[in-house]
């Protein structure tokens, strides 16, 4: 079957209107007191719901999770009504939207739990350079260096994988159709798997699946709650963020993940190039390795236009392309990319800034030519 952008998709029983993807993209919007969405966020949403599927902000799983200010979480009865508010108001748009599962390990800061507990990681191994936003008594977040982490125990990884299973239950208490597991981008999952971190003695740590385990019994977990069609998991094959280093054999090391995921059946594969460099080469051998090996749905995302996303879904290489920054400054993105229209630039200042500036005020090109008529 010939793939295009706008052919539909069947995303475990969801019949996606497109295959435009909405990117998980933080944008620090929550509020302070309850650490909960508001209603500028159900309208951002909304405003872009016109995409086949969008995969909301990475939302920490518990406090112990959290790694910035103004990210809203999903363990709370407030988060879970706040949430709920985001959903219908997708839902009205006729979109559909999951929600990203998301926590830091070891990036993070004391003063981002009310306990003050440091971060935590799969070691005692903390980042050299590395800033998060904290408020710091001023009304704007303040960037100040990471703290270092202590491991978790072997007992608290367990609990970590109940957390997560929490917050899938309460994703569905929220109205979302499903959950993407955070498992890109050097946070704690790609922690654990990173042999340069992972120092552990434990069965969560040494071979290559056992640095997987973690997050496998994860992915069963929320599996259990959701049913293993309604996950998703994104990795970040050679990333470099948060100073991680590339895998040393990338194509064993997320092939054996890529297989585990498909026999465990779960919805999608959602491959992050941070570099956005290999993941457009239809001759990728690690492209290519992840197709051979995990057989369900492939979301491909880094730095794609809509000429390099037709040449992905026709090399076979993807089922769907995420778009991220694109959708900032461009709510009717995928209108955009259908006529060929020009997209709006974003503004960087405004990204993480707080408020409707940057965030609900990008016009529609219908409401551009009202302002110009």
């Known amino acids: 079957m010939h793939k295009s952008l706008f052919s539909r998709h069947t995303l475990a029983g969801l019949r996606l209107a497109n295959r435009i993807v909405m990117a998980p993209m933080n944008r620090n919007r929550a509020c302070d007191t309850q650490l909960a969405p508001t209603a500028m966020s159900a309208l951002y949403y909304a405003q872009r719901a016109s995409a086949g599927l969008i995969v909301a902000e990475g939302t920490p799983v518990s406090p112990q999770a959290r790694g910035c ?22 839902h009205r748009a006729a979109g559909r939207i999951y929600l990203q599962l998301w926590h830091v390990g070891r990036v993070g800061h004391c003063s981002l ?4 507990s440091p971060p935590v990681g799969p070691s005692t191994i903390g980042l050299s350079a590395d800033r998060v936003p904290v408020l710091a008594g001023g009304h704007e977040p303040v960037l100040v260096p990471c703290h270092p982490p202590r491991a978790l125990r072997t007992h608290e990884v367990r609990e970590v994988v109940a957390d ?4 899938a239950a309460n994703s569905l208490a ?15 999952f790609d922690q654990f798997r990173c042999p340069y971190l992972n120092d552990r ?16 019994e994860t992915v ?34 997320y092939g054996q993940l890529a297989y585990q995921l498909a026999r465990m059946r779960v919805g999608y594969l959602h491959v992050y190039d941070q570099s956005a460099s290999w993941i457009h080469d239809p001759a990728s051998e690690l492209l290519q390795h992840l197709r051979a090996c995990y057989g369900g749905s492939i979301i491909l995302c880094g730095g794609f236009d809509r000429q390099r996303a037709e040449a992905a879904l026709s090399s076979d290489n993807a089922d769907l392309v995420a778009f991220g920054k694109h959708f900032i400054a461009n709510p009717d993105l995928v209108h955009r990319l259908r006529i060929g229209a020009p997209l709006a630039a974003y503004d960087a200042k405004t990204i993480y800034k707080g408020g409707e500036s940057g965030y ?13 008529a």
């Open 69 to 90: 200010a103004r990210t809203p979480g999903i363990y709370t009865p407030a988060q879970i009504v706040a949430w709920r508010n985001v959903t219908r108001a997708v």
């Open 113 to 116: 739990r009310a306990d003050g």
């Open 164 to 167: 997560f299973a929490r917050a």
């Open 174 to 188: 929220a109205g979302f159709d499903g959950v993407e597991i955070h498992a890109a981008n050097g946070y704690l």
């Open 201 to 216: 003695s434990d069965e969560y740590g040494g071979t290559t699946g056992r640095r997987w385990r973690f997050l496998l």
């Open 220 to 253: 069963a977990a929320v599996a259990s709650v959701v049913g293993s069609e309604r996950v998703g998991v994104r990795i970040s094959p050679l990333g470099v963020a948060h100073e991680m280093q590339p895998d040393p054999a990338p194509l064993f090391t």
């Open 360 to 372: 609900i005020d990008y016009p529609s090109l219908a409401e551009e030519a009202v302002a110009e």
